[in-house]
């Protein structure tokens, strides 16, 4: 097995601008997870790269890869980066003096970004999705992980922002990135899980309902002065970038002083 870790104060700082330009302090980690193993397999010459699960087919998206098992690094530069990934956190983090000049051009920056599209295509590297050959649920993999790998389950109980014990278990900043789901369009992890076992018949939609009227929206509490100091910011600095999102969104809007949200799930 090959580990692969960033620089950790060049990522803490890429949250801090991630969570405040993008609304989402988890996207640097995806920058490099989707990235990385194109590194290695470009430096080892394999050819299939092999990933988890399409997301987009999985958890409702685009069906643009319905009969397609791959995507190019090009691909998902479109999908997913919007025209404002690395390049531009870089930029502003450049411009607002959170990174120096040094940490911009640092060779760790690199794994955040893909190999160059003509050196993938020289070495014909393709990446596909272990869910198109082999069905995805969830549940199943939890059980499957549990009899043949020793997973354990949340000790806390439920992972906060929903109903399941097993999500969520190994990153410390992933329940704000689905609060700040929450804020920008009034889902959280709760309303992604419960979709997702009614369409595979695990749950009743009216299970659903009620699960995500209990869960959905639920605070991170449990690491939020962890996450705080990890990205060295303020607690009021905090709270002004969900109300700052939370304001642009079109499902949230104010009565007596309170947000409440347009269209609750019912």
Request: one cysteine or more; aromatic letters at 16%; a negative charge.
């Amino acid at each position: 097995n090959i580990l692969g870790q960033p620089d950790g104060l060049i990522h803490r700082k890429m949250t801090r601008l991630s969570f405040e330009l993008k609304g989402d302090a988890w996207e640097p980690f995806a920058y490099g997870q989707k990235a990385w193993a194109f590194h290695i397999a470009n430096k080892f010459d394999i050819k299939l790269i092999f990933y988890g699960e399409n997301g987009e087919l999985e958890y409702g998206g685009s069906e643009k890869y319905m009969n397609r098992p791959m995507e190019t690094p090009e691909e998902w530069e479109y999908e997913y980066y919007k025209g404002s990934g690395v390049t531009d956190l870089i930029r502003v983090g450049l411009e607002r003096g959170i990174l120096s000049k040094e940490e911009s051009v640092s060779p760790a920056m690199n794994l955040y970004r893909p190999p160059p599209p003509e050196e993938i295509s020289e070495r014909d590297l393709e990446m596909h999705w272990y869910s198109y050959y082999h069905r995805c649920t969830p549940q199943e993999n939890f059980y499957y992980a549990v009899k043949n790998t020793g997973l354990q389950t949340n000790p806390e109980g439920h992972s906060e922002g929903t109903y399941t014990k097993h999500v969520s278990l190994d990153d410390k900043a992933d329940g704000f990135h689905w609060y700040l789901a929450y804020m920008k369009f009034g889902m959280c992890r709760c309303s992604r899980d419960a979709q997702t076992d009614i369409r595979r018949h695990h749950i009743t939609r009216e299970e659903g309902v009620a699960l995500v009227n209990r869960y959905d929206g639920e605070f991170p509490r449990r690491h939020f002065k962890w996450f705080l100091q990890y990205m060295d910011v303020k607690e009021e600095y905090f709270w002004a970038v969900m109300d700052f999102y939370r304001e642009k969104s079109n499902v949230w809007e104010k009565e007596n002083g309170s947000w409440v949200m347009k269209y609750p799930v019912v």
